[in-house]
């Protein structure tokens, strides 16, 4: 064997040694994400690992009692969470969106740790604004961030653990997004809304508004668009995002334009239940007009978010309480919580309501 040979072997052997002292320092869960399999130290590595979960104020659960759990936490600094988001394949599989990258959950929302893709485009440097899991092919999936002054939307078909770049945007970023007919529906921070052909990847403006949109919903059936803006108000659009229409009844009702968050019934597209500033309200006519939730019983009226199970049952929050209610908003239930972050996102997995929490 010649000396090249013997430094070759030098260099394998040390490591080799590194990567068992690093496999055997670390004694936490094993995650697996998609095809591929890897520990949770190395989940957790990219962003910041303190050896050990403990308890966090940015995720917790309601469990099948009722009560409200703290969550596990294998990550050092607070973060705020601004969605979490459920995989079409396995449904203890979660993901959450943060202004310090992506997290994930491998047993439906009990614990977190950090994560990143195979390449580190993901950090903790990285401001994850949406994820989508596309309904028509449940195993892609995309994810739009904001990194060194540009804004990129990923794809992924292995739960992000590789990424494929398909646009990206100087000094601009996707706030939300969403998919119709293999088609991605893009609202920008900088008030346009896009559409990009994933088939042709090509892209081009539909209108443009004055201040950066927020939220973006597409009705079941794909016939109706809902977006918000920073600046307030709800639009709506019969033609594909060609022209919107402002839906202007919430302008009697003192805050009722600052939605925090908006709920489409997977039912019926004219269905609209929307968290603002005003209190919990509802529209059955697509937001040409609206009632609100007089019973609902916090103390004070901005909620912050809203979702529905699919048992019909309606859990919003306001001041990091949950509120429940199983008869369409008669009577409610609260549920207590010690997260000192206003609640931002709920979603339902495995008998758990999964609560994520950020801003204030």
Do not use: C
């Not at 104020?57 to 979490?84: L, M, T």
């Not at 019909?312 to 306001?318: L, M, N, R, V, Y």
């Not at 001041?319 to 709920?346: C, F, H, P, V």
Request: aromatic share 14%; charged share 20%.
């Amino acid at each position: 064997m010649e000396i090249k040979d013997f430094g070759f072997l030098a260099v394998l052997i040390v490591w080799g040694g590194l990567f068992y002292l690093l496999s055997a320092s670390f004694v936490v869960p094993n995650v697996s994400i998609g095809n591929e399999g890897f520990s949770a130290v190395a989940l957790s590595a990219f962003s910041g690992f303190n050896g050990g979960g403990g308890s966090n104020e940015s995720f917790g659960f309601v469990d099948e009692s009722g009560e409200f759990q703290e969550s596990q936490a294998y990550f050092k600094d607070s973060v705020d969470i601004s969605q979490i988001e459920i995989s079409l394949l396995d449904s203890s599989l979660l993901f959450a969106a943060s202004d310090r990258g992506l997290f994930v959950s491998k047993d439906a929302g009990l614990n977190w740790y950090s994560f990143s893709d195979v390449e580190h485009k993901l950090n903790s440097n990285t401001a994850v604004y949406k994820i989508l899991f596309n309904p028509e092919n449940k195993k892609e999936s995309f994810i739009s961030v904001f990194s060194n002054g540009k804004g990129t939307i990923y794809r992924s078909e292995n739960n992000f653990f590789s990424l494929g770049k398909l646009i990206e945007f100087d000094s601009e970023g996707a706030y939300d997004f969403n998919i119709k007919n293999n088609n991605l529906y893009l609202g920008l921070s900088n008030g346009k809304l896009m559409i990009y052909s994933i088939d042709k990847n090509e892209s081009r403006i539909l209108t443009t508004f004055s201040s950066p949109i927020t939220g973006l919903k597409i009705s079941p059936g794909g016939n109706l668009i809902y977006l918000t803006l920073k600046s307030g108000g709800l639009y709506l659009s019969y033609d594909g995002g060609q022209s919107f229409n402002r839906l202007k009844y919430l302008d009697n009702y003192n805050g009722a334009n600052k939605i925090n968050g908006f709920f489409i019934s997977p039912l019926d597209g004219y269905l609209v239940y929307a968290a603002t500033d005003y209190g919990l309200i509802r529209s059955f006519d697509a937001g040409a007009t609206w009632k609100v939730f007089k019973s609902f019983p916090s103390e004070t009226a901005s909620v912050s978010v809203v979702a529905l199970n699919d048992k019909g049952e309606i859990f919003t929050a306001s001041n990091g309480k949950i509120y429940k209610s199983r008869d369409s908003g008669q009577n409610w239930q609260i549920i207590e919580t010690n997260l000192g972050t206003q609640i931002s996102a709920i979603v339902f997995s495995e008998n758990r309501v999964i609560v994520g929490a950020g801003g204030s």
